[in-house]
């Protein structure tokens, strides 16, 4: 996005403020697409966790996404948006039996992660199908937190357990029709992805009435000019060949599955924050923003990059900085940073700031949650309002206490 468009919308809707670029969704959705186009039948559902306001959900579903979804609440969320409930799959974690079932009664594909909740499912509703996902005991992804398919993850199925799986079917006569795994987030190498996929085909053939293999996500997108990301192209014809010689063995055009997040909103996304103080020490210039990790806590959470920019003076003289924010406790999104050089009152850009920044936004310290702007075709659309503190007292119930009768003592000193 253009810095001076970015100015211009921090003034006219203030600060701090989250703005997408849907043109840049529209990019990397197409990117994507085209990268399997030797596969048949190509389904892409948006990890609705990663940024999941109901505009750009529909953008998204406008352009011919799925959604994939992990609570019930996303589920909801996503049929506001007309979708039909077949193009949503719902992937929980350790969620109860309860909430699956009122899940399945929606229409949504269930994906199920642990073999306790699958039996019980396949007992009661054994005419519902089920997607398994399994975890295929592979490390990967850009930090611990983010890695969920290695052995001592409490994601998925273990690949040694798929014995059990189909005891399980046996049993209960329920149809198994789709496989998932998903290993972790910012996977750089796509050996990485083709090996795991190796393990998926191999399980799925153990099962006779699969209608798609989802393969997760994970895609690394690039965080600063020059850095390296998962070669989609390279990708897409790798495991495209080998999922079309899958099917040829299998002996049917099932669906290849993908649910990316970062890769189709991270890059599209810009957050805007005011700096409030400039503060020399004895150790660092500190640029303090009228933010903190309440509104983008990558950096605390995952030790994550984002580019910072100062918008509001590109060709100035480069310094190094310690960008902080205003909590109360230790928020750094940045340090010794160079950037052009920064004085109270500019509006800093923090880069790839489309996915899972606003989605993990908190009212931390009572401030308020940023507004969120979307831009279509080069114009600018507010599509969430700023909070008020309407909003932060909107469900406190204000007990009216009895005062204490003062004790005896109390009431002499008084
Ligand atoms: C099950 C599942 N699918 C998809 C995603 C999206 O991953 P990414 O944002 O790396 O594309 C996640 C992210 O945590 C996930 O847990």
């Not at 352009?63 to 948006?81: F, K, M, P, R």
């Not at 969430?384 to 002499?412: G, Y």
């Amino acid at each position: 996005m253009e810095r001076t468009q970015l100015l211009e919308l921090a003034n006219k809707y203030g600060s701090p403020l989250y703005v997408y670029d849907t043109d840049k969704i529209e990019t990397q959705y197409k990117r994507l697409t085209s990268a399997f186009n030797s596969v048949d039948n190509l389904k892409l559902n948006y990890a609705v966790k990663a940024l999941s306001n109901v505009n750009i959900l529909k953008f998204l579903t406008n352009l011919g996404a799925g959604l994939d979804t992990v609570s019930i609440q996303e589920v909801q969320l996503s049929l506001t948006t007309g979708i039909d409930p077949k193009n949503i799959i719902y992937t929980p974690n350790g969620v109860s039996l309860q909430e699956i079932e009122e899940v399945a009664k929606l229409g949504v594909q269930i994906n199920i992660d642990n073999l306790s909740i699958l039996e019980s499912f396949g007992q009661k509703h054994p005419e519902i199908p089920v997607c398994v996902r399994i975890n295929p005991h592979i490390m990967a992804g850009g930090n611990s937190k983010i890695s969920v398919g290695h052995i001592d993850s409490k994601f998925g199925i273990s690949i040694h357990q798929v014995p059990h799986i189909k005891r399980v079917v046996e049993n209960t006569g329920m149809n198994i029709n789709g496989i998932h795994m998903h290993t972790g987030s910012d996977i750089l190498d796509i050996d990485t992805f083709l090996r795991a996929s190796e393990i998926l085909f191999d399980v799925a053939k153990q099962f006779k009435n699969i209608d798609f293999i989802d393969f997760g996500s994970g895609f690394k997108v690039p965080y600063k000019e020059g850095d390296i990301s998962t070669d989609i192209e390279q990708l897409g014809l790798q495991l495209s060949e080998r999922f079309n010689d899958f099917c040829t063995e299998y002996g049917k055009e099932i669906t290849l599955m993908f649910e990316p997040g970062k890769f189709l909103v991270s890059e599209a996304g810009s957050f805007l924050a005011k700096v409030n103080v400039v503060k020399q020490t004895t150790s660092t210039v500190f640029a303090h923003v009228d933010s903190g990790f309440n509104h983008l806590v990558r950096p605390m959470m995952y030790d994550s990059y984002h580019h910072i920019t100062n918008i509001s003076n590109p060709s100035g003289k480069d310094r190094y900085y310690s960008v902080v924010g205003y909590i109360c406790e230790t928020d750094t999104f940045a340090s010794n940073r160079r950037i052009s050089e920064i004085s109270e009152e500019d509006v800093l850009c923090f880069h790839n700031a489309g996915a899972y920044c606003f989605s993990m936004a908190s009212n931390y310290n009572s401030r308020y949650i940023p507004a969120e702007v979307m831009i279509v075709d080069g114009k600018d659309y507010l599509i969430r309002k700023r909070q008020t503190m309407q909003d932060i007292l909107q469900n406190q119930v204000v007990v009216d206490f009895a005062p204490k009768s003062k004790s005896k003592k109390e009431k002499v000193t008084a």
